[in-house]
């Protein structure tokens, strides 16, 4: 059994790599869990778990005459599966996004949970895809009406393509009084349930800067404990992995919102 959810906001800034290495950290106390950066044109998850140096990414399994076998992209770290994607920008001009596609379904051959995190915006075929095959989504805001704004224009899109709302998990949180009030709101249009909140946090920005994920760099800061807790209360809703593999293989994706 397998479940693929992706971690998704409506524009950048949101601290959604972050929120997904923590989500993975935690899910992995009771799941196999593979996290897969999917933001193949400003990755970035490779810094935040220290594998800016490894020889094998995700770009080099997109490259139309791709040798590399999916598992030498993978790393274990930190109790669970990362495929973090590189950052050359000749080997993003040579991508072919449908690669991603047969990348996903190998990968969740092999894993419980398959985490995706996702381009910020949804402005082009690439990024659109984690969203149209993922089967549930976990939007990542902060509590402002713009960025539930962004968020529900995410959701909406999912929907369409049949991909279900986790939920919604407020993030770098200044004022816990302001959640509040914009969670009441808020409610009215996210279909899924608000997850949580994390409290902006200093110990997120040094974990960034140590390139470490946050649950291993302070596991008892506020924003680490607010992390798990969320973890804590996601129960997956798995499939039968050749049924999720072949729907990936075998998806339409669209060229964009």
């Known amino acids: 059994m397998v479940e693929v959810i992706a971690v998704a906001s409506g524009k950048g800034g949101t601290g959604k790599t972050t929120a997904t290495l923590a989500l993975g950290m935690g899910l992995a ?5 593979t996290v897969l950066d999917t933001d193949t044109g400003m990755a ?20 139309p005459a791709a040798d590399a076998a999916v598992e030498e992209a993978v790393y274990h770290r930190y109790g669970m599966d990362i495929v973090p994607c590189g950052t050359s920008l000749e080997a993003f001009q040579e991508a ?19 985490l995706l995190d996702s381009p910020a915006t949804l402005g082009s075929r690439d990024a659109v895809l984690p969203i149209v095959i993922a089967d549930r989504i976990v939007l990542v805001v902060q509590p402002t009406i713009p960025a539930i704004t962004d968020g529900l224009k ?16 407020f993030n770098k949180v200044h004022d816990p009084a ?4 914009i969670a009441e709101r808020a409610g009215q249009y996210v279909e ?30 506020d924003a680490g404990r607010a992390f798990q807790t969320i973890a804590d209360e996601i129960e997956l809703r798995g499939a039968p992995v050749d049924g999720v593999a072949n729907r990936f293989r075998n998806a339409v994706i669209p060229d964009g919102p």
Do not use: C
Not at 29 to 33: F, G, T
């Open 96 to 114: 072919d996004p449908e690669r991603l596609q047969s990348v996903v379904a190998d990968l969740a051959e092999r894993t419980e949970l398959l």
């Open 192 to 221: 899924g349930p608000v997850l949580g909140s994390v409290p902006e946090d200093a110990a997120a920005r040094a974990a960034r800067k140590a390139g470490t994920p946050l649950l291993a760099h302070a596991p008892d800061s």
């Open 154 to 169: 995410v959701q909406e899109y999912a929907e369409t393509y049949g991909t279900d709302v986790a939920g919604l998990l």
């Open 178 to 181: 302001a959640v509040d009030r």
């Open 44 to 63: 970035n998850l490779l810094f935040h778990a220290g594998l800016a140096d490894v020889p094998v990414t995700l770009q080099d399994l997109l490259r």
């Open 29 to 33: 106390d009771r799941y196999d869990v």
